[in-house]
T-cell receptor
């Protein structure tokens, strides 16, 4: 079974430019998560989807971040415009069914973003 | 708010046991997790324990949970160089409804 797929793995952009990250969850997994991981820190939730519905986006900085999960499968996370402080690893995870954190989450390899 | 604390570094010799400790604050947490992260990789689920258990063993891994003290530990027996990584403790099923991660413990295994 394929794991969570993310692309690109690395992205370097200049500040004020837009950037997008893509995630393909494990087949059949209804719940999808985007996490932000700063250097030396644990992951922090940005947004959680149950199918195509964003059920928790309270930690997503909506002035510059947006996300979508059309058709309830793949998801895209966008930043526009990017700031220096957005340099981090963006992790995607999925779990089989909605259950909040009681359902095991499987993580992708992440996208490492560097903003110059 | 909810918080998960871990020591940042642990160094052991190959063949020794490693014990990584974690404390958490949300008493309503239902599940507690240990994830492993190797350089440049995502998080790999190692094991998890239900809050109504006090111990779980899985091959070289032993998880101990003291719910009264909100203390979780991960013991790795016969630690190998391939175990060198960052280990994250996470609590879940609590009031926030999401996983709350610690900052991670970097385990270094010396030959």
């Amino acid at each position: 079974e394929a794991g969570v797929v993310q692309s690109p793995r690395y992205k370097i952009i200049e500040k004020k430019q837009p950037v997008a990250f893509w995630c393909n969850p494990i087949s059949g997994h209804n719940t999808l998560y985007w996490y932000l991981q700063n250097l030396g820190q644990g992951p922090e939730l940005l947004i959680r989807y149950e199918n195509e519905e964003a059920v928790d986006d309270s930690q997503l900085p909506k002035d510059r971040f947006s996300a979508e999960r059309l058709k309830g499968v793949d998801s895209t996370l966008k930043i526009q415009p990017a700031e220096l402080g957005d340099s981090a690893v963006y992790l995607c995870a999925s779990s089989p069914r909605f259950g909040g954190s009681t359902d095991t989450q499987y993580f992708g390899p992440g996208t490492r973003l560097t903003v110059l | 708010g909810e918080d998960v604390e871990q020591s940042l570094f642990l160094s052991v010799r190959e063949g020794d046991s490693s014990v990584i400790n974690c404390t958490y604050t949300d008493s309503s947490s239902t599940y507690l997790y240990w994830y492993k992260q190797e350089p440049g990789a995502g998080l790999q689920l190692l094991t998890y324990i239900f809050s109504n258990m006090d111990m779980k063993q899985d091959q070289r891994l032993t998880v101990l949970l003291n719910k009264k003290d909100k203390h979780l530990s991960l013991r790795i027996a016969d630690t190998q160089t391939g175990d060198s990584a960052i280990y994250f403790c996470a609590e879940g099923g609590g009031s926030q409804g999401n996983l709350i991660f610690g900052k991670g413990t970097k385990l270094s295994v010396k030959p």
